[in-house]
Every structure is written in structure tokens, then in C-alpha cells.
């Protein structure tokens, strides 16, 4: 005789006893974490590091140029790698009056430093030179008698 017929209670019982068993083990789990969070991390620009600084020329007239002595210094407390300045006219004080910006160059507009460029230690300073010039045109130029050029530099 089977269980079941002899003691069907028990043999219910333990039906269900098994079934629990089998139902909690297969419901049994876990739960995994993970999170989120935010730092920072900060690399400083060795650009900001160079103090550039240019003489300014005067007596600019048509068809007469100037030279401008140019000095690149590093100002941080380590070495600086220096590839090239870049110089470029960014206006006139006289642009209101009818003098053009574009009367005025400068050249070279680039200047490098080498084929790989230079390291320049603390507190060290490397020089170069550019011409500022007014070009001559076909019209009146009056308007920039008195004018300041406004120059701009770039070392990197």
C-alpha cells in the first residue's frame, strides 16, 4: 500500500511541506548593488604658465614698418614646452574714424621655435621679433593718423 492511501493527512502534509521547500529554495535570492558617484581630477595648462609681453612700436606711416621685440617668459616653477608664437592684428583705436584694420600687417605671423620646439625652465625667457607694418594703399589713410594698433599673441 502506497502513503497516500494509508494516511492521506500526511501524505498531504508532506506534499506540502515539499512543495514549500522546493518553492522557498527556488525563491531564495540576492540582491547586488552598484553605485554612482563623481570626482574630479585637475590638469593644469602650461600655456597660462607663459607671460607674453611685446615693445611697442611707433612712427607707423604707409609703407613704413616697424620691429616689435617679443618676450615669451615662463612664469610656473617647472619646465614649459614652447613650440611656436602667433601674433595677429586684432584692430585699431581709429577703426571708428575710417581706418581700416586691414591697412596694418604683421609678419612674421608665425614664429617657431625650432623643428620640435624649446623647453624653457622656471622663470625663463625666450625672445623673437615681428614687423608691424602699414601697407601703403591708393586712398587717403588720414583717419589712422594718432591710431594704436592692437596686436595679439599667442605662444603655445
Given at each position: ?36 558617484g563623481t570626482g574630479e581630477a585637475t590638469v593644469s595648462n602650461p600655456s597660462n604658465s607663459l607671460e607674453v609681453t611685446g615693445v ?96 595679439h599673441y599667442s605662444a603655445e
Amino acid at each position: 500500500m502506497s502513503l497516500i492511501k494509508r494516511n492521506p493527512r500526511r501524505a498531504a502534509i508532506g506534499a506540502t511541506i515539499l512543495v514549500l521547500a522546493l518553492a522557498g529554495g527556488g525563491a531564495f535570492a540576492y540582491f547586488t548593488t552598484s553605485g554612482t558617484g563623481t570626482g574630479e581630477a585637475t590638469v593644469s595648462n602650461p600655456s597660462n604658465s607663459l607671460e607674453v609681453t611685446g615693445v611697442p612700436v611707433s612712427a607707423l606711416a604707409p609703407g613704413v614698418g616697424k620691429t616689435s621685440k617679443i618676450t615669451i617668459k615662463n612664469t610656473s616653477e617647472g619646465t614649459v614646452h614652447l613650440g611656436s608664437l602667433q601674433v595677429s592684428i586684432t584692430g585699431n583705436s581709429q577703426s571708428g574714424t575710417g581706418c581700416k584694420t586691414s591697412w596694418f600687417k604683421v609678419s612674421p605671423e608665425t614664429t617657431t621655435f625650432g623643428p620640435t620646439g624649446v623647453e624653457l625652465a622656471a622663470l625663463e625667457s625666450k625672445t623673437a621679433e615681428v614687423e608691424v607694418s602699414m601697407v601703403n594703399v591708393e586712398e587717403s589713410q588720414n583717419a589712422c593718423k594718432g591710431a594704436t594698433v592692437n596686436l595679439h599673441y599667442s605662444a603655445e
